[in-house]
Structures are given as C-alpha cells and as structure tokens.
C-alpha cells in the first residue's frame, strides 16, 4: 500500500541552525501539506502546497519556514534559523485531490529536537 | 474561531464498547474525520463523515450531527492494541480552496485486560 515517507525520523540540531525535513508524499497525490505537534500538545496545521506554491498557511508559519518541491517527488520544509520552541513532530501529508471525500494520509514524522 | 473538544482519557475494558465524543466550532465545514495515534507515531485514518448519520467500518463506527456539532467514534470488541490516542479532526474549509485540518488534543484511550 503507497505511504507517505519522511527523513530523517529523527533530527537533532543547536539553537540558529538551519534544517530541512524531507517527505515523499505518495506518487498520485497532487495536494501536500505540513503538520507539527508539540510533546503532549494537538496536532496543527502549518501550510498547504499545491501546483509548486502555497496555498495556505497558519500563523506559525512565518518568515523562518519555507517549503519546496525541488523535483517530483520529494517535498521539503525548511527551518532557517531554529528556536528552541521549534522542538515538536513535523508530519507531513498528502492527498491525492480537494474532493470533500479525500483523505490526508499521513507520514511517520520528523522528531525535531532543539537545543 | 475554531474550537474542537473531547475527553481528555478515557479506559475501557478489552471485549467492551466506547464511545468518544467530539463537538466542534468551527468557521467552515467540510467533513470531520477520527485518526487513531499511537505514542510516537503518526495519525492514521479510520473514518470521515461529511453528512449526517453513521458510517461502519468493522469494529468502529462514526456518527456526525452538523446542526449540533456534535460527532462520535464508536470502537465495539475493544482490544488491547486499540489503546491509543483518537484524534478528532475538522476539515476546515468552503468548496474551494485548500482544506486544511484542524485537530482536537485527542483523546487518550487505555484498555484493560
């Protein structure tokens, strides 16, 4: 069954440093989105891509996150300068149209730890 | 504004039902979905409802009723490995444009022998 895969699993990186998380959204899928998850805390939207640029975003997405689609496959969000509070799972998802019986299917994560 | 409830815990006995809640507010409405998580790990799918009634899907089943805002996952012949986190989520969002998901804190479930 196609799934949607992310790298690393597990990314530790120092306070001010750049990081990019990696996701292949299942091949078909044509809208990809970006989730996080604070430890303890609800999952939150971050920012929705469709047709190489963003479609919506949510006020945690500010001018230190970016997202690409460098080719066909791959779909990446990028953290210029990190902060602490920037520590959570990163989930990214896909799906596969807009239609009210689509579902967003879900990665494994990215644990971003930052010290 | 967008706000989604349910219960924070809830425990069950393995071989049991239960039942966890879920109402909503929220600016748009375009379907409600129930994820299951386990620790660590990523949302999974089970069900979506985008008109009133009940959807089954072998041991779970959801309800939605839009006018109340009100929404439900129903797990029958619970197991141990259902314990988990069960995550409500509004897709949120008119005809067009892009349909972001908000979710509930979820609901922690733990099943007992």
């Known amino acids: 069954e196609p799934e949607v895969t992310q790298t690393p699993s597990h990314q530790v990186t120092q306070m001010g440093q750049e990081v990019i998380l990696r996701c292949v959204p299942i091949s078909n899928h044509l809208y990809f989105y970006w989730y996080r998850q604070i430890l303890g805390q609800k999952v939150e939207f971050l920012v929705s891509?469709?047709?190489?640029?963003?479609?919506?975003k949510s006020e945690i997405f500010d001018d230190q996150f970016s997202v690409e689609r460098p080719d066909g496959s791959n779909f990446t969000l990028k953290i210029r300068s990190t902060k602490l509070e920037d520590s959570a799972m990163y989930f990214c998802?896909?799906?596969?149209?807009?239609?009210?019986?689509?579902?967003?299917?879900f990665g494994p994560g990215t644990r971003l730890t930052v010290l | 504004g967008q706000n989604i409830d349910q219960p924070t815990e809830m425990t069950a006995t393995e071989g049991a039902i239960v039942q966890i809640n879920c109402t909503y507010q929220?600016?748009?409405?375009?379907?409600l979905f129930w994820y299951q998580q386990h620790a660590g790990e990523a949302p999974t799918f089970l069900s979506y409802n985008v008109l009133d009634g009940l959807e089954e899907k072998g041991r779970f089943s959801s309800f939605l009723s839009r006018s109340k805002g009100y929404s439900y996952l129903l797990l029958k012949e619970l197991q141990m490995k259902d314990s988990a986190s069960y995550l409500c989520a509004v897709r949120d969002g008119e005809n067009t444009g892009f349909q972001k998901l908000v979710f509930g804190t979820g609901t922690r479930l733990l099943v007992s022998p």
């Open positions: 998802a896909s799906s596969e149209a807009l239609q009210s019986t689509d579902t967003q299917y």
């Open positions: 929220t600016s748009g409405f375009n379907g």
């Open positions: 891509f469709y047709n190489n640029e963003i479609s919506e």
